[in-house]
C-alpha cells in the first residue's frame, strides 16, 4: 500500500478557459530561448502557450529560477517543470522517498505564472539508464507517490504528472521495461485510488516510430497518436479522465521540408482538434550536440544567418493559426486611497491612489486591466483613470483618478474597481462623499503705496497640497481693498488650500484658508509694489 490520504484534492480536469495548445521543449531557460519560445509559441493570434522546462537537484536556485518564473510571466509563457536529479556516468542518480520534502519547499517557494503549477515527476523510468541503472516499477511508484502527495499537502494547486515512458521500449530488464507492464504495475487494485487523488493530468512521450521518422498519418502505440493508446490503457486499468500533455514528441533529423510538413499535419490533424490534449511541447527547441543534435529545432551557428536562425520547422509551426490562451492567475491586491468626503459641483478633481499587486498577473491595460468606478446608481460625474502599464507582481504603482463633476448634488457611495476584460477582480473599500454648492469667496488685500486699493486686474490662484494650480481667476475686482470670488471650483471642503493673489508691479501674497460650505474669508498680507521697494533699496 501507498498510505491514505487525508487531504482534499481539486479535480484534475481543467477549468473551461481558453486554450493555447503550442509549445516547446526547452533544453537551458536561458532568456534568448525563452524569447525565441514566445516568438514560435504565441505567434499568428497566440498568446500563452506552454514550454517544458528541466529543473536538476543541484540547480535549485531560488533566485534563478524566480527570475526564470518573472520572464517567463512577462512573456506569456506556461511553465512546465519536469523534476531531475543529477548525471552520474551513463545513468541518472535515483531519487528516494527522502528527497520529496526539499523538492517541495523549493517548488512552493517560488512565485508560479499561473494557478496550476505543472509538474513532471522525472522522466522515462522504464529506462535504466534514467532511474539509477536499472528499471524498478515498484520503487519508482513508491517515490512518485510520496512526491505527489507532499506536494499536493503543500498546496493544492500542484498539477502533477508522472513520468512521461517510452512506448518503443521492449520488455528486457533490467535496462527496459515495456510501458505496458510498467503503467499495471503503477496502477494495481491496491493503489488506483490513491493515484487518481494525487494526479491532475497525463504526460506522452508520442514520438513517431520506427527511428523517429514515422508517418504523421499513423496511429497506435508508437506513433505521434501514442496518447490515444496510453488513455485507453490506463482507462482499463481504473485511472480517471485525465488531460493530455505531449511534453515530448517530433521527427529526427531528415529531409528539413518534409518534417516541417509533418509538424503542419500532426498540429493541424491530430493534435489540435483533439480536447484532451491540453499542450504540445516538441523536443526540443536549442540542442547543440549529442545525443540530440538531431532534434534540434535550432540550426548549428555555421550554418545560421541573420534571415534563418532555425530549420523549417520552426517558421511552419510559427505560421499556423494560433488562438489567445487565457489561462487561470491567481489575482490579489489592494487599492488604498484617501479621497475627500466632501466635493462641489461643476468642478474637476485629481487625486492619487495606491495599488499593490501581490497575484501572479502583469496588470497591463494591453492585457485587459483598467480601473473603474462602480455604483449601484447613477454616476455623479466623469472620470478616467490614467493607464496601467506593467504592474507586476509585488509592485507598487500610484495612479491618477481625474473626475469631473456636474450638478448632481447630494450623498453617493462608489467603489473602486479593478477589472480585467471588463470583469472585476478586486476592489477597494467603499468611498462615501457629497457634493454640495459651489462655496463663495470673499477676500481682503491693500496696495502700499497706494491709500485706496482699487482696481480690476488682481489675480487670484488656488493651490492644492500637491501645489497644483486648481482655479484661476483672472480680471478680479477689488474695491476699497474688497474682493468676492462668487463660485469657488475645484475644491474639496475641510481640505486646506494656499491662495496667492497677483497684480502687476506689485509682489503677490499668500493666505491658507480650509473651505467650508457657503461663504469663506480670507485676508491677503498688503501688496507692496516692487517698484517701490526697489528704490528703497538703493536710498
Same mark, same amino acid.
Given at each position: 500500500?501507498?498510505?491514505?490520504?487525508?487531504?482534499?484534492?481539486?479535480?484534475?480536469?481543467?477549468?473551461?478557459?481558453?486554450?493555447?495548445?503550442?509549445?516547446?521543449?526547452?533544453?537551458?531557460?536561458?532568456?534568448?530561448?525563452?524569447?525565441?519560445?514566445?516568438?514560435?509559441?504565441?505567434?499568428?493570434?497566440?498568446?500563452?502557450?506552454?514550454?517544458?522546462?528541466?529543473?536538476?537537484?543541484?540547480?535549485?536556485?531560488?533566485?534563478?529560477?524566480?527570475?526564470?518564473?518573472?520572464?517567463?510571466?512577462?512573456?506569456?509563457?506556461?511553465?512546465?517543470?519536469?523534476?531531475?536529479?543529477?548525471?552520474?556516468?551513463?545513468?541518472?542518480?535515483?531519487?528516494?522517498?527522502?528527497?520529496?520534502?526539499?523538492?517541495?519547499?523549493?517548488?512552493?517557494?517560488?512565485?508560479?505564472?499561473?494557478?496550476?503549477?505543472?509538474?513532471?515527476?522525472?522522466?522515462?523510468?522504464?529506462?535504466?539508464?534514467?532511474?539509477?541503472?536499472?528499471?524498478?516499477?515498484?520503487?519508482?511508484?513508491?517515490?512518485?507517490?510520496?512526491?505527489?502527495?507532499?506536494?499536493?499537502?503543500?498546496?493544492?494547486?500542484?498539477?502533477?504528472?508522472?513520468?512521461?515512458?517510452?512506448?518503443?521500449?521492449?520488455?528486457?530488464?533490467?535496462?527496459?521495461?515495456?510501458?505496458?507492464?510498467?503503467?499495471?504495475?503503477?496502477?494495481?487494485?491496491?493503489?488506483?485510488?490513491?493515484?487518481?487523488?494525487?494526479?491532475?493530468?497525463?504526460?506522452?512521450?508520442?514520438?513517431?516510430?520506427?527511428?523517429?521518422?514515422?508517418?504523421?498519418?499513423?496511429?497506435?502505440?508508437?506513433?505521434?497518436?501514442?496518447?490515444?493508446?496510453?488513455?485507453?490503457?490506463?482507462?482499463?486499468?481504473?485511472?480517471?479522465?485525465?488531460?493530455?500533455?505531449?511534453?515530448?514528441?517530433?521527427?529526427?533529423?531528415?529531409?528539413?521540408?518534409?518534417?516541417?510538413?509533418?509538424?503542419?499535419?500532426?498540429?493541424?490533424?491530430?493534435?489540435?482538434?483533439?480536447?484532451?490534449?491540453?499542450?504540445?511541447?516538441?523536443?526540443?527547441?536549442?540542442?547543440?550536440?549529442?545525443?540530440?543534435?538531431?532534434?534540434?529545432?535550432?540550426?548549428?551557428?555555421?550554418? @545560421?544567418?541573420?534571415?534563418? =536562425?532555425?530549420? *523549417?520547422?520552426? %517558421?511552419?509551426?510559427?505560421? !499556423?493559426? $494560433?488562438? #489567445?490562451?487565457?489561462?487561470?492567475?491567481?489575482?490579489?491586491?489592494?487599492?488604498?486611497?484617501?479621497?475627500?468626503?466632501?466635493?462641489?459641483?461643476?468642478?474637476?478633481?485629481?487625486?492619487?491612489?495606491?495599488?499593490?499587486?501581490?497575484?501572479?498577473?502583469?496588470?497591463?491595460?494591453?492585457?485587459?486591466?483598467?480601473? @473603474?468606478?462602480?455604483?449601484? =446608481?447613477?454616476? *455623479?460625474?466623469? %472620470?478616467?483613470?490614467?493607464? !496601467?502599464? $506593467?504592474? #507586476?507582481?509585488?509592485?507598487?504603482?500610484?495612479?491618477?483618478?481625474?473626475?469631473?463633476?456636474?450638478?448632481?448634488?447630494?450623498?453617493?457611495?462608489?467603489?473602486?474597481?479593478?477589472?480585467?476584460?471588463?470583469?472585476?477582480?478586486?476592489?477597494?473599500?467603499?468611498?462615501?462623499?457629497?457634493?454640495?454648492?459651489?462655496?463663495?469667496?470673499?477676500?481682503?488685500?491693500?496696495?502700499?503705496?497706494?491709500?485706496?486699493?482699487?482696481?480690476?486686474?488682481?489675480?487670484?490662484?488656488?493651490?492644492?497640497?500637491?501645489?497644483?494650480?486648481?482655479?484661476?481667476?483672472?480680471?478680479?475686482?477689488?474695491?476699497?481693498?474688497?474682493?468676492?470670488?462668487?463660485?469657488?471650483?475645484?475644491?474639496?471642503?475641510?481640505?486646506?488650500?494656499?491662495?496667492?493673489?497677483?497684480?502687476?508691479?506689485?509682489?503677490?501674497?499668500?493666505?491658507?484658508?480650509?473651505?467650508?460650505?457657503?461663504?469663506?474669508?480670507?485676508?491677503?498680507?498688503?501688496?507692496?509694489?516692487?517698484?517701490?521697494?526697489?528704490?528703497?533699496?538703493?536710498?
Amino acid at each position: 500500500m501507498l498510505g491514505v490520504l487525508l487531504f482534499p484534492i481539486k479535480s484534475a480536469i481543467a477549468d473551461e478557459v481558453k486554450n493555447n495548445k503550442f509549445g516547446i521543449h526547452l533544453a537551458q531557460p536561458h532568456l534568448e530561448d525563452l524569447e525565441k519560445a514566445k516568438d514560435l509559441v504565441n505567434s499568428n493570434g497566440g498568446d500563452w502557450g506552454y514550454v517544458t522546462l528541466v529543473i536538476q537537484e543541484n540547480d535549485r536556485d531560488k533566485n534563478k529560477w524566480q527570475e526564470v518564473f518573472d520572464r517567463m510571466r512577462e512573456f506569456h509563457l506556461i511553465p512546465i517543470i519536469r523534476l531531475a536529479t543529477v548525471p552520474q556516468a551513463d545513468k541518472w542518480r535515483r531519487p528516494s522517498k527522502e528527497d520529496a520534502e526539499g523538492w517541495v519547499n523549493f517548488l512552493d517557494s517560488l512565485h508560479w505564472v499561473i494557478k496550476d503549477r505543472y509538474i513532471i515527476l522525472f522522466n522515462e523510468p522504464n529506462h535504466g539508464s534514467e532511474w539509477g541503472g536499472e528499471v524498478d516499477v515498484d520503487d519508482y511508484a513508491q517515490v512518485a507517490f510520496e512526491f505527489a502527495k507532499k506536494l499536493k499537502e503543500k498546496n493544492s494547486d500542484f498539477f502533477v504528472m508522472l513520468a512521461g515512458l517510452d512506448a518503443s521500449a521492449p520488455s528486457s530488464t533490467p535496462s527496459f521495461e515495456d510501458e505496458g507492464v510498467f503503467l499495471s504495475r503503477v496502477f494495481n487494485n491496491e493503489t488506483i485510488e490513491q493515484w487518481n487523488y494525487v494526479l491532475s493530468g497525463f504526460a506522452s512521450h508520442s514520438y513517431p516510430n520506427p527511428d523517429f521518422a514515422g508517418s504523421p498519418y499513423a496511429s497506435g502505440r508508437g506513433s505521434v497518436r501514442t496518447y490515444e493508446w496510453e488513455l485507453k490503457f490506463l482507462q482499463q486499468l481504473g485511472v480517471k479522465d485525465l488531460p493530455v500533455f505531449l511534453t515530448e514528441t517530433g521527427w529526427r533529423r531528415g529531409d528539413e521540408n518534409t518534417v516541417a510538413e509533418h509538424f503542419k499535419t500532426a498540429f493541424e490533424n491530430i493534435w489540435l482538434p483533439d480536447e484532451r490534449i491540453l499542450a504540445v511541447t516538441p523536443f526540443v527547441l536549442d540542442y547543440q550536440g549529442e545525443p540530440f543534435l538531431n532534434f534540434s529545432w535550432k540550426l548549428p551557428s555555421a550554418k @545560421a544567418s541573420e534571415e534563418h =536562425e532555425f530549420y *523549417p520547422q520552426f %517558421y511552419m509551426v510559427q505560421s !499556423l493559426s $494560433k488562438i #489567445k490562451g487565457d489561462p487561470v492567475q491567481i489575482e490579489n491586491g489592494e487599492i488604498n486611497f484617501d479621497f475627500p468626503k466632501d466635493l462641489v459641483a461643476h468642478s474637476s478633481y485629481h487625486f492619487i491612489l495606491r495599488l499593490v499587486n501581490s497575484g501572479q498577473a502583469v496588470w497591463d491595460k494591453d492585457f485587459g486591466y483598467k480601473l @473603474a468606478l462602480f455604483s449601484q =446608481e447613477e454616476k *455623479p460625474f466623469e %472620470y478616467f483613470f490614467s493607464d !496601467l502599464k $506593467k504592474v #507586476k507582481p509585488f509592485s507598487e504603482v500610484e495612479v491618477d483618478l481625474y473626475i469631473k463633476t456636474n450638478g448632481t448634488l447630494g450623498k453617493r457611495k462608489l467603489k473602486l474597481i479593478l477589472e480585467k476584460n471588463s470583469k472585476p477582480i478586486s476592489e477597494g473599500k467603499e468611498w462615501q462623499f457629497e457634493i454640495f454648492p459651489l462655496p463663495s469667496l470673499n477676500f481682503k488685500t491693500s496696495l502700499y503705496p497706494k491709500l485706496r486699493s482699487s482696481a480690476n486686474d488682481f489675480e487670484i490662484q488656488v493651490f492644492n497640497e500637491e501645489q497644483e494650480v486648481i482655479l484661476k481667476k483672472r480680471n478680479v475686482e477689488v474695491k476699497a481693498g474688497k474682493g468676492t470670488i462668487n463660485e469657488v471650483k475645484n475644491v474639496a471642503l475641510g481640505k486646506k488650500y494656499r491662495l496667492v493673489i497677483l497684480k502687476r508691479y506689485y509682489l503677490p501674497r499668500q493666505s491658507f484658508t480650509i473651505f467650508h460650505q457657503g461663504k469663506n474669508e480670507v485676508k491677503f498680507e498688503r501688496m507692496c509694489l516692487w517698484i517701490s521697494i526697489l528704490t528703497e533699496n538703493w536710498t
